[in-house]
T-cell receptor
């Protein structure tokens, strides 16, 4: 079935370090791919998305490129800040049968802690 | 646009009791999802509504769970005869128009003692 695998955490970095969080997927069709972020005590927020192969999503200095050949959507940021400390979730959606249902299939989440 | 709201934010109940959660989506969003998230896991899909019609239910949703969206606006999720394994964060998300982005509420954290 459809699934998402992302690297396990926690990831601990110093401020201004380079961040990569790996995400790979298995899907029967052509999914859209998402990164959501959950800051402490807050709800899930969309960070970025890509809807087709070779698209690059970007937001707040984060980037991820939809790689169909490697079925990957790795999250990167060149210089992390303390305020980036959060849990990051990779997810995919496909068009399922029931009336425009595009439920999200999620990875387990990767906790990131950035130290000053 | 006030965002998706959920009520209550926290619920502690005893095993065997019934609980009901409410989700108010972003106004005019016609699609609504419920997910469940346990500690250290990603969210898992529970059910999907398009307007008032419940179009998909996960196998995770046992017969103790029921969800409604009577007027195509707010939705409720009821758990009957709660079990300790029901302890989790229950998340609601809404989507409008032709975009795919799901907007999430803050969640309701349930603890069953």
């Amino acid at each position: 079935g459809d699934s998402v695998t992302q690297m396990e955490g926690p990831v601990t970095l110093s401020e201004e370090a380079f961040l990569t969080i790996n995400c790979t997927y298995t899907a029967t069709g052509y999914p859209s791919l998402f990164w959501y972020v959950q800051y402490p005590g807050e709800g899930l927020q969309l960070l970025l998305k890509a809807t087709k192969a070779d698209d690059k999503g970007s937001n707040k200095g984060f980037e991820a490129t939809y790689r169909k050949e490697t079925t990957s959507f790795h999250l990167e940021k060149g210089s992390v800040q303390v305020s980036d400390s959060a849990v990051y979730f990779c997810a995919l959606s496909l068009h399922y049968n029931a009336g425009n249902n595009r439920k999200l299939i999620w990875g387990l989440g990767t906790s990131l802690a950035v130290n000053p | 646009d006030t965002g998706v709201s959920q009520d209550p934010r926290h619920k502690i109940t005893k095993r065997g009791q019934n609980v009901t959660f409410r989700c108010d989506p972003i106004s005019e969003h016609n699609r609504l999802y419920w997910y469940r998230q346990t500690l250290g896991q990603g969210p898992e899909f529970l059910t999907y509504f398009q307007n008032e019609a419940q179009l998909e239910k996960s196998r995770l949703l046992s017969d103790r769970f029921s969800a409604e969206r009577p007027k195509g606006s707010f939705s409720t999720l009821e758990i009957q005869r709660t079990e300790q394994g029901d302890s989790a964060m229950y998340l609601c998300a809404s989507v409008g128009g032709r975009v795919e982005t799901q907007y999430f509420g803050p969640g309701t954290r349930l603890l069953v003692l």
